[in-house]
């Protein structure tokens, strides 16, 4: 089981989130003005990295927010969580 | 020369104590340059190499395999073979791979253990048992054996399943494939090495693919471990790993790869004599022919590649199988372990051409690739000889992610295996 620190209480148990996805995927300003490659790729191309993975949790069965996490997906550590729209702390990966 | 596994050849080998086999397949060190090389030895992988021999008459084939063949999902999986699925593309594709299962231990001369010993899909409450009516008319309309059974008919059935008003998932009644069951899940991979090798497909193991090379667009060979092997085309078929070789390729894939779990318990006397699914709370069982139960859990949600996923999906799915054949309460589990499942928007396979000229993949299977193994392989190999889809697989083209003609599998044919 995962631990996961909540930015607002603390270090909880994986079954307390639900899972969120690629974190900082932002959609884009104008859709009407992106050709069909760029909406597909805003849509559903995933970096799906096998390593560090920034990434979206909610602490459903807590305090309902969303956060980020930086977590590594091969050995399944996390290094850190941060709050949303703040930028991971070392920056981009 | 291959040795034909046969009764005679039995009494044969047992006369000199087993002791003059000759090996199913050879180990060849990497050869120089290749047709068509292969990534991933897995089912997939290795169903391709042989139908590109035995259907395209193409054998300067290699397939690299960074572990043991058959060591990732292939030999992961809880082997559920069916193929009920809802949409007309997807049922055909499965349909078809369906009718290779109920060739193939003869065509390779290898027993696969395939038996149809029917699956049912649980229905919990009246929109899944609609949604059962409507899949199970989709199918007989595509000529896919399919039948709606009742909570009575399923009792007499399956007599242990609980079906009583008051438990906690309530079962109403199930679609029932007769055709379905399980098969084997190293023999299939040993079944096609074989078959693929006799053709004179070279099978690497512990060669991993570390780089695509290619000139202008066009690929010209795979860096590996053990060196550069050149190739005039490349199929990339390695399930929960598909991102990253696209990544080594350069281009980007719609897929998620996650752990998904399986367990098997102590060996049991013959108790179920059937596949059970239950798409609503995650469980899915049969018994293999050892006597052990083999559970299959639904995918851990995040992210992962480390072949394990997390307590709470083990604990949930047992929970649920607990629940409808209270009978298994005090069964003991023997083994738990992980497989990384390579997950698409719409629950449906990529298979065709990429962005990189004489690259093509094979992948997106997530949690129900082993039933399409024969079936993926051939029509891969279709596509890699003629440089163009088999009218099967046309429909499932990364393509289609932009041109949004996505095949909604998702939640319509059950989620999962
Ligand atoms: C627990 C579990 C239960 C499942 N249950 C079912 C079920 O009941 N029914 C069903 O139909 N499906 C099921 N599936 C799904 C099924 O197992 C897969 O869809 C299918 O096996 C994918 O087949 P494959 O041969 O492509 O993959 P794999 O067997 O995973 O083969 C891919 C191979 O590629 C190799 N590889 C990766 N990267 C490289 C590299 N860089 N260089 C060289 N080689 C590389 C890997 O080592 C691996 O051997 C299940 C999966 C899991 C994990
Ligand atoms: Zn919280």
């Not at chain 2, 007499?156 to 079906?163: A, E, V």
């Amino acid at each position: 089981m995962l631990e996961i620190p909540c930015p607002w209480c603390g270090l909880r148990c994986e079954s307390e989130f639900s899972y969120g996805g690629e974190a900082h995927i932002v959609r884009p300003e104008n859709p009407e003005a992106l050709n069909d490659e760029a909406w597909a790729d805003y849509l559903f191309m995933r970096k799906n990295p096998r390593g560090p993975h920034l990434e979206q949790w909610h602490h459903v069965y807590g305090c309902r927010r969303w956060f980020n996490v930086k977590r590594d997906t091969l050995s399944y550590r996390i290094e850190c969580s941060y709050r949303v729209g703040e930028q991971p702390p070392e920056g981009e990966i | 020369m291959m040795t034909k596994y046969s009764f005679f050849n039995l009494v044969r080998n047992a006369l000199g104590h087993h002791e003059g086999w000759a090996p199913a397949w050879r180990s060849p060190e990497p050869g120089k340059q290749y047709d068509v090389v292969i990534i991933g030895g897995g089912g997939h992988g290795l169903a391709t190499a042989y139908y590109l021999a035995k259907e395209h008459g193409i054998t300067n084939v290699a397939v690299l395999e960074k572990g043991w063949i058959g060591g990732g999902n292939t030999g992961r999986n809880t082997t559920i073979v069916r193929s009920n699925y809802l949409w007309d593309e997807a049922a055909h594709l499965y349909e078809a791979s369906m009718k290779l299962w109920e060739g193939l231990s003869q065509d390779l001369n290898f027993n696969l253990m395939f038996s149809q010993r029917g699956v049912y899909n649980l229905g919990h409450n009246l929109q899944d048992m609609r949604d059962i009516r409507r899949r199970v008319d989709a199918n007989r309309l595509n000529g896919i054996d399919g039948e709606v059974v009742d909570g009575i008919e399923l009792k007499r059935r399956i007599p242990i399943l609980n079906t009583s008003p008051n438990s906690r998932y309530p079962v109403l009644g199930a679609s029932f494939q007769a055709r379905g069951g399980t098969a084997r899940h190293d023999a299939v991979a040993w079944g096609f090495a074989r078959g693929a090798d006799s053709f004179g497909v070279d099978i690497i193991q512990q060669c991993e693919v570390i780089g695509i090379r290619q000139v202008n667009g066009c690929v010209t060979g795979v860096e590996t471990n053990r060196g550069f092997i050149g190739a005039g085309k490349v199929g990339i078929v390695v399930a929960g790993n598909s991102s990253v070789l696209a990544g080594l390729a350069g281009f980007r894939l719609p897929i998620s790869s996650h752990p998904l779990q399986a367990l098997v318990s102590e060996p049991l006397k013959p108790v179920l004599d059937t596949v059970v699914m239950s798409n609503a709370v995650h469980g899915y069982i049969s018994q293999s022919d050892k006597g052990d139960l083999v559970v299959g859990a639904g995918i851990d949600s995040f992210n992962g590649y480390g072949q394990r996923g997390s307590f709470p999906v083990i604990e949930g799915v047992l929970a649920a199988i607990k629940a409808l054949f209270p009978v298994f309460s005090r069964v003991r589990m023997n083994r738990q372990w992980g497989g990384i499942v390579d997950t698409t928007p719409d629950a449906c396979p990529i298979i065709g051409r990429t962005p990189v000229k004489g690259v093509y993949i094979n992948c997106g299977w997530g949690t129900g690739g082993f039933k399409a193994t024969p079936g993926s392989g051939y029509v891969f190999a279709h596509t890699l000889a003629q440089e163009r889809p088999h009218s099967l697989n046309e429909a499932f083209s990364l393509e289609r992610f932009t041109s949004g003609h996505l095949i909604d599998e998702h939640g319509a044919a059950g989620v999962a295996h």
